[in-house]
């Protein structure tokens, strides 16, 4: 079974462009997270979808959006990048179905670059 | 919001000897607390997980113990190998969703 595929890996962007990253999850799952790692902050979250619908939402400004296909597929855009915005942007994937959370799945992350 | 705090920031061990790293956490709500292990430049990889019905589980050499009341958990890892020298995150969730709040990390550094 494929993990979860997240594209670009690598990307450099200038202050006030925008960028979108693509996460792919695991065939069959249908929750996808998003979550930011900095050095200084370790995991944070930014969002969850779960059949097309955001799920939850963490304290990122309105600049952070996202959103999810048909297929499971997700996306993320970061408008007006900051140079704060660097990070490492990792995806995750999980059943989602049901109450209890479980293991999430990630992928080897979107690292950006804000110059 | 949930608010995961995570000690010692670093921690050095001798190949063989034991490591604990303590998570606390602020709501009292979360019942689901897992522990990623994440190697230099590689994804976050779960390496086990409690609920708050549970005060302990072991697997393997790894172990995670929980204590509701004080609102604290620890990951315990016993005989450590240098393929355990990576940075351990703790997480808490209220469950019923993938919102997980993570503490800072922890580096273990295993010194052979």
């Known amino acids: 079974k494929a993990g979860v595929t997240q594209t670009p890996r690598y990307l450099i962007k200038t202050r006030g462009q925008q960028v979108t990253l693509s996460c792919s999850p695991i065939?069959?799952?249908?929750?996808v997270s998003w979550y930011q790692q900095t050095p200084g902050q370790g995991l944070q979250f930014l969002f969850e979808?779960?059949?097309?619908?955001?799920?939850n939402k963490g304290n990122f400004p309105g600049r952070f959006s996202g959103r999810q296909f048909s297929n499971s597929r997700s996306e993320m855009n970061v408008s007006t990048l900051e140079l704060g915005d660097s990070a490492l942007y990792l995806c995750?994937?999980?059943?989602?179905?049901?109450?209890?959370?479980?293991?999430?799945?990630f992928g080897e992350g979107s690292r950006l670059t804000v110059l | 919001g949930e608010n995961v705090e995570q000690h010692p920031s670093t921690l050095s061990v001798q190949e063989g000897d034991s490591a604990v790293i303590k998570c606390t956490y602020s709501?009292?709500?979360?019942?689901?607390f897992p522990w990623y292990k994440q190697e230099l430049g590689k994804r976050p990889q779960l390496i086990i997980d409690?609920?708050?019905?549970?005060g302990e589980k072991k697997d393997q050499r790894i172990a995670v113990t929980l204590n509701k009341t004080a609102k604290h958990f620890s990951l315990h890892i016993t005989e450590t190998q240098p393929e355990d020298s990576a940075v351990y995150f703790c997480?808490?969730?209220?469950?019923?969703?993938?919102?997980?709040?993570f503490g800072k990390g922890n580096q273990v550094v295993v010194i052979p």
């Open positions: 065939s069959g799952h249908r929750s």
């Open positions: 997480a808490a969730s209220m469950g019923g969703n993938n919102r997980l709040a």
């Open positions: 995750a994937s999980s059943p989602g179905a049901g109450e209890a959370t479980g293991e999430l799945f």
């Open positions: 409690i609920r708050s019905n549970v």
């Open positions: 709501d009292s709500a979360s019942n689901y």
């Open positions: 979808y779960f059949s097309e619908t955001q799920r």
